[in-house]
């Protein structure tokens, strides 16, 4: 367990003054995915808000070595550096421990580099891979992902006369990671930061590949204010739309539970993207988003054995 | 066992790669199988297995990975190796532009095959002349002894201008022909490569470097203009890298290779195995009283224009090989760069296009011949009709 009076003494190995929007809650996933680190660690990032926000040459907010290749390939990348570390292990020439995070957004994880991803697992590469969820291809300007849930507005899936929003259901990338038998999946949020570092440590613990899915939310995407990242995040978790829970070597346990369980309404409603959810003749459609995340909440409880 | 002496081997093109891999024992390999490198990674995969190597191999899901596995090993310092073909180089194009970008030394066997569509698993020359403009140094393989050679030579050339380089060799033509190789004492070659020395390795977690940085207007230029000079600069280090090894084999290697040029008139010009033909089809030219020549390209990219020039200077007529189509409409790629680079002499040759052994077309000695016997009528002319000519199709 964590104590954040320890954890505010540690050096952040991201600076500040880096590029990233006003009330983005990326920086918070990372600086906590790696204060949670007890080895040094080597970081590949994928194409996205992470990497162009944090690295414009000949600047760099990262203080650990930190290497970026292409977007769909972060995963198969990381592993490259990762058996360069074995096999200069095995040569003598490194004699350290040292830990491997790759970090992907939810298009250059769920969509494009989800065959990278799916690779590097199967392959047993010792190292984790955060994916920093925000639910749209942000760094282009609010495109739709795998991860968009259904009525999101976004550029690609806009709300118009006759179409409200994104169609198509979220694509549950957890659970498709959680089916290559790997010894650690967990999913978190930046705002509980207990149960994140927590999990990246219990991530970095284990001898192979490990993944924790971390929702992200955007200020530009979601449109909210700039205060209201982490309250978003946490209410989240709150209407069980993103449940915290880790699967070890295939046992599901969930994390945290909601004392009591909010509607997704209260979620939807300080978001922009959800804006026309909020007019009468679309009552419906915010029901049926709560019949969805009721139906995969009991099923996950199923899997924890709480139902 | 540990290869003492020089010895006679009987070897496939893709054995041969996979044993000069062998006896430089990378640190990493990473690849995926496609015909026709798969033997070269099944004969290198079986050496992991028996233990005859320290390299971890890499069995990654697509060529795409395979690149991007090495761009990841090579900047955390490891020597870095992999090889493909055809549709695989073509997934991994994105990435062969970061590795060179990134100023990464990777060493790559390229197995060269035509690309869909159609599909066609047999050899020419796409694959590579499309990564043409991708920063990879490329040097060119007649035979299986050359890819031997070349392979070996690849990695210090690679590591000392710090650009990655591919070894090319014609898909089943070189890659599944059993030559007679000479193969290199096993101690020989450790000591030829040396170890890999780089002074910026991404897990020298001591002192923390940032790879791959957003690079704006106000930079990009200034690092794409020396990735160039690197380029630029390579040449006098692959000649180098041709003479140590020269030392130690025994074997003559330079930016090109004149075969029977001196006293020439017309020459032809090419990559590869039909290099091969063409010195036979040359020897029996001869006989009949022609005076032909061939100008074999060995390293394209540097593009070795000084010594195409000197070769080229006084020659009546020249005909250019090409093994890929360029769909330009005008010639393919090779065409296209000899022409420029000859067009700063006086007395320029008179030059003319082949498109040939497209998707493995055979190419036979007759086919050299008939070339040939086209230069002498152009030279007899003084002027070419039609430039852009295909050699063994069906109209």
């Keep these: ?307 | 066992m540990a290869q003492k002496t020089k010895e006679l081997m009987a070897l496939t093109g893709n054995e041969a790669a996979a044993y000069a891999m062998k006896q430089i024992n990378p640190d990493v390999v990473a690849a995926y199988p496609i015909t026709p490198q798969t033997e070269l990674m099944q004969t290198f995969a079986q050496y992991v297995a028996d233990g005859l190597v320290d390299t971890e191999l890499v069995a990654v899901e697509s060529e795409h990975s395979a690149m991007s596995a090495c761009v990841g090993a090579a900047a955390g310092g490891a020597r870095t190796m992999t090889a493909t073909s055809s549709q695989g180089l073509a997934l991994m194009w994105e990435v062969l532009y970061i590795a060179s970008g990134l100023r990464l030394p990777i060493v790559m066997s390229v197995v060269n095959r035509a690309l869909s569509a159609p599909i066609n698993i047999h050899g020419d020359h796409s694959d590579s002349m499309g990564a043409r403009d991708s920063g990879w140094i490329q040097l060119w393989s007649e035979n299986a002894q050359e890819v031997y050679d070349n392979l070996i030579q690849a990695v210090r050339i690679a590591e000392e201008v710090f650009l990655p380089v591919m070894v090319n060799l014609d898909g089943f033509i070189i890659s599944h022909g059993v030559e007679v190789v000479e193969t290199l004492p096993d101690d020989t070659v450790k000591e030829f490569v040396g170890e890999r020395k780089s002074p910026y390795r991404l897990l020298d977690i001591d002192h923390p470097i940032t790879v791959g940085a957003l690079d704006l207007q106000d930079y990009y230029m200034e690092h794409k203009r020396s990735q160039a000079e690197a380029m630029r600069t390579a040449m006098p280090t692959i000649l180098k890298v041709g003479k140590e090894f020269e030392g130690i084999a025994g074997r003559n290697y330079e930016a090109v290779e004149n075969y029977r040029l001196e006293d020439a008139e017309l020459v032809v010009v090419a990559l590869g195995s039909t290099c091969g033909t063409a010195k036979d089809a040359i020897d029996e030219l001869r006989e009949e009283g022609i005076e032909a020549g061939l100008l074999k390209i060995r390293v394209f990219r540097p593009f070795p224009w000084e010594e195409i020039k000197s070769a080229l200077g006084s020659k009546k007529a020249v005909a250019v090989m090409d093994r890929a189509e360029g769909m330009s409409a005008v010639g393919g790629p090779l065409f296209h760069e000899i022409r420029s680079c000859l067009y700063d002499l006086t007395n320029r040759p008179l030059t003319v296009n082949y498109i040939y052994g497209l998707g493995g077309r055979d190419v036979a000695i007759e086919d050299i011949k008939k070339v040939f016997y086209d230069l002498v009528s152009i030279a007899k002319l003084g002027k070419v009709e039609d430039f852009y000519r295909y050699l063994g199709v069906r109209e």
């Design chain 1, 1 to 307: 367990m964590a104590r954040l009076r320890d954890l505010a003494k540690k050096h952040s190995p991201l600076t500040s003054g880096h590029r990233a929007c006003s009330g983005c809650a990326f920086p918070q996933v990372a600086r906590q995915v790696l204060l949670a680190a007890e080895e040094p660690v080597v970081v590949v990032v994928a194409t996205g808000c992470m990497e162009v926000a944090t690295t414009i040459f000949p600047y760099t907010a990262w203080c650990v070595p930190w290497l970026h290749c292409a977007f769909e390939n972060a995963a198969s990348t990381l592993s490259g550096v990762e058996s360069a570390y074995r096999a200069l292990k095995k040569r003598g020439v490194i004699d350290r421990e040292i830990r491997f995070i790759a970090f992907g957004g939810d298009g250059g994880t769920y969509d494009i580099g989800l065959q990278a991803l799916s690779g590097a697992l199967e392959r047993g590469h010792r190292m984790l891979y955060v994916c920093y969820d925000n639910q749209a291809y942000m760094n282009t300007g609010i495109q739709r992902s795998g991860a968009t849930p259904t009525y999101a507005h976004t550029t690609t899936s806009p709300v118009g006369k006759v179409i409200p929003g994104k169609l198509e259901r979220r694509k549950d990338l957890t659970e498709i990671v959680v089916a290559h038998d790997i010894p650690y999946v967990a999913q978190s949020t930046p705002a509980h930061w207990n149960d994140l570092v927590t999990k990246v440590q219990k991530a970095l613990a284990v001898d192979g590949p490990s993944f924790i899915n971390v929702l992200q939310p955007c200020r530009l995407g979601w449109n909210f204010e700039a205060d209201m990242a982490i309250e978003l995040a946490r209410l989240a978790a709150d209407t069980c739309v993103w449940p915290l829970y880790e699967v070890v070597n295939g046992e599901y346990r969930l994390t945290y539970r909601p004392r009591e369980k909010k509607p997704v309404e209260q979620w939807l409603k300080l978001q922009g993207r959800f804006r026309h959810l909020f007019l009468p003749e679309n009552r419906h459609l915010i029901d049926e988003i709560q019949a969805e995340t009721d139906r995969k909440w009991e099923k996950l409880l199923k899997k924890c054995g709480l139902a």
